[in-house]
């Protein structure tokens, strides 16, 4: 599942905030969001972590943070009054990224990330530049590739999808950094193909499950022959 020719392999997640569409129709038009959390973890050769990111996004649309997203990221106001702007964090990230010399793919759980921040490079009107053409030409869909791995065509949440493999969500729910971390904790688990085939048929059956969720993959199968991710 992973592509050998790269040496290292980054996991992205960004918290978003509703563009203010009564005041900014036109802008709403090209982006509904803009970012206002930016979360990154790089991982090696060896899939060991190696590296971070994480910044806050001031955003230039909305005044207010609105009630349901302070509610789910915690988010507020006075969290991102004195952030840097979108184009500031982008040029931070992209830097990031080339640290290394090494070439690299990214990962985001879901198309709504990659979709975002294409929308939004072009509502700030970003200059595509070389290195941001490249992040964009490598990055990937992991929930996508995961949702097949098991055999299931219904997507499913990153918290759900950590939790059946047996899993603990580390750190907190729509935290930009930590749904970065633990989507690059699952990338690791389903690393080992053979290992990995084994034991998609049970992670599909506890997704597919009506107990809520409640079954864990670890009620189903022996963990111990596992190198679960930490």
């Not at 899939?47 to 789910?72: G, H």
């Amino acid at each position: 599942m992973q592509n050998t020719k790269t040496k290292r392999s980054i996991f992205v997640d960004f918290e978003m905030q509703p563009v203010d569409h009564r005041e900014h129709p036109d802008e709403w038009s090209i982006a509904r969001h803009e970012i206002i959390e930016f979360g990154a973890v790089m991982l090696d050769e060896k899939l060991m972590e190696i590296n971070q990111f994480q910044s806050y996004v001031k955003p230039k649309y909305s005044e207010e943070i609105q009630r349901t997203v302070e509610a789910m990221t915690g988010i507020t106001a006075e969290t991102v009054k004195d952030a840097a702007d979108f184009s500031s964090v982008l040029d931070e990230f992209i830097d990031w990224c080339f640290l290394e010399e090494s070439d690299f793919n990214v990962y985001a759980w879901s198309g709504a990330d990659k979709g975002q921040f294409t929308h939004e490079i072009a509502l700030k009107e970003i200059t595509m530049t070389d290195k941001l053409s490249y992040i964009l030409s490598h990055w990937i869909d992991y929930q996508k590739i995961f949702t097949k791995a098991i055999g299931r065509k219904l997507a499913v949440s990153l918290d759900k999808a950590v939790d059946a493999c047996g899993l603990n969500f580390e750190g907190q729910m729509h935290d930009a950094l930590w749904d970065a971390r633990n989507t690059s904790r699952l990338y690791r688990l389903t690393s080992d193909k053979e290992a990995f085939k084994e034991m998609a048929p049970k992670v599909k059956h506890v997704l597919d499950s009506n107990e809520n969720f409640t079954t864990s993959l670890g009620d189903l199968i022996d963990m111990s022959g596992f190198n679960v991710p930490h």
